[in-house]
């Protein structure tokens, strides 16, 4: 079965670069979510995408911004690059799955792109 | 606010034994609960969640968990280890409302002992 494609896997920046990283989620899911994992933490939730909008947003800071394209692609754009950012980002997908008012998707993640900042 | 404990930073069993990780939640209103496994630098595989109905959930290579309202409690489980279950486990409460991100516990190594 097709997977969540993370491009690129691995990607080293120096101090205020810029970096993009993509996201192409499982065929007909239609939301898309940005995690970062530090070493030895646990996943961070920092944004979400439905259908092209944005839905949820957690600790994405103000120098990350991301987009959902009509391919149902995304990117996540960080700018300005810190020693701290250094982790492991993983974008996961899912399909709207209603039950009664609220979502009860499953999220399935890609293998990850591992940022470093030197 | 909701959030997730994984009491144990690792959790060791003998090959064939039983394995059972914890976790304990806390949320407003109902829970939506899975389970994630990660091996070593590998992407989150989703094991299994609990959503609404039957207590006892199944989910992959064998693997069940145990929801339990009264104690806030989703712990993973497994009849008898093998020892390529060793990887860091990951359980996480989902709100339920819009595409929310999962809040995550802290996450707990399993490690089975040939």
């Known amino acids: 079965a097709a997977g969540v494609i993370q491009s690129p896997r691995h990607l080293i920046k120096e101090k205020r670069e810029t970096a993009t990283l993509k996201c192409y989620p499982i065929p007909r899911h239609d939301t898309v979510y940005w995690y970062q994992q530090g070493p030895g933490q646990d996943p961070q939730f920092l944004i979400s995408?439905?259908?092209?909008?944005?839905?949820d947003k957690g600790s994405i800071p103000d120098r990350f911004s991301a987009q959902q394209f009509s391919d149902y692609h995304s990117e996540l754009n960080m700018s300005s690059l810190e020693l701290g950012d250094s982790a492991l980002y993983f974008c996961?997908?899912?399909?709207?799955?209603?039950?009664?008012?609220?979502?009860?998707?499953?999220?399935?993640f890609g293998p990850g792109t591992r940022l470093t900042v030197l | 606010a909701q959030s997730v404990a994984q009491p144990e930073d690792q959790v060791n069993v003998a090959e064939g034994n039983p394995l059972t990780v914890k976790c304990t939640y806390s949320?407003?209103?109902?829970?939506?609960l899975f389970w994630y496994v990660q091996y070593p630098n590998r992407g989150l595989q989703f094991l299994l969640k609990y959503i609404t109905g039957d207590n006892l959930v199944k989910g992959s290579y064998g693997f069940e968990a145990e929801f339990n309202k009264s104690q806030t409690s989703f712990h993973l489980k497994k009849p008898s280890a093998l020892v390529s279950d060793s990887a860091l486990y990951f359980c996480?409460?989902?709100?339920?409302?819009?595409?929310?991100?999962?809040?995550f516990g802290k996450g707990t190594h399993l490690i089975i002992q040939p």
């Open positions: 996961a997908s899912s399909r709207l799955e209603r039950g009664g008012p609220v979502r009860r998707d499953t999220q399935y």
């Open positions: 949320v407003s209103g109902n829970p939506y």
């Open positions: 995408f439905y259908e092209k909008m944005q839905s």
């Open positions: 996480a409460v989902h709100s339920g409302g819009g595409a929310d991100g999962l809040t």
